[in-house]
């Protein structure tokens, strides 16, 4: 990891917390530095940072212990034609495949357990040079389009065709959406997110 990573680490999360030596550079002691590689085999194996770096060491090795054994021995057939499919490049191959699983396993089973298995498995196979970095942006490509293919399909089963459209854009600096409506309408339309963030002043 890079020190300007370790800056905005501090910054954002408030770790590490660095000491200063004579001539005034950063030093770590055992304890962060022993944090900080746990954080790294998070990283590498595809945990977000946001979601780890914060954590106390006991936190990250459970969490490490975790995306060891997600994978089971009985799913990796499963993966490794996965692998082939990925080293070949073959995106029709891989959208058939998500496709498959998804129909067979059920939404909320596939995003839960399918999604993320596959997820840390794909970086566990970077980590131990398997794959490259392109094939892990090739991987997050074709999941990000069958992804979007999904939550396009929900969206159109949620909206009626008929009746008043509600859109809520909430504010950059609350997580509570105000609506103003001089009726009771807004109990009748559909309430549409159109953005994760907008600015205050829109």
Known sequence: MGKDVLRVWERR???PVPQRDAR????????????????????????RAGGIVPKAEHELRALLAETETAISPSME????????????????GMRATLQRERKRQGLESWLSDEIFRLGLWVGQAWQSQRIKVYHQHLFCEVLQAELRKVLAAIHRRAIPQDGPRVLLPP?????????????????????????????TRH
């Open 171 to 199: 504010c950059r600096r609350s997580n509570t959406v105000w609506v103003w409506s001089p009726s009771n309408a807004c109990l009748r339309s559909t309430v549409v997110i159109i953005s994760p963030w907008v600015p």
């Open 77 to 92: 057939p499963r993966f490794e034609a996965w692998l082939d499919l990925l080293l070949r490049g073959d995106t029709a």
């Open 13 to 15: 999360y408030g770790f």
């Open 24 to 47: 005034g550079d950063r030093v770590y002691d055992q304890d962060q530095l022993g944090r900080l590689r746990l954080i790294k085999q998070l990283l590498d194996a595809g945990v």
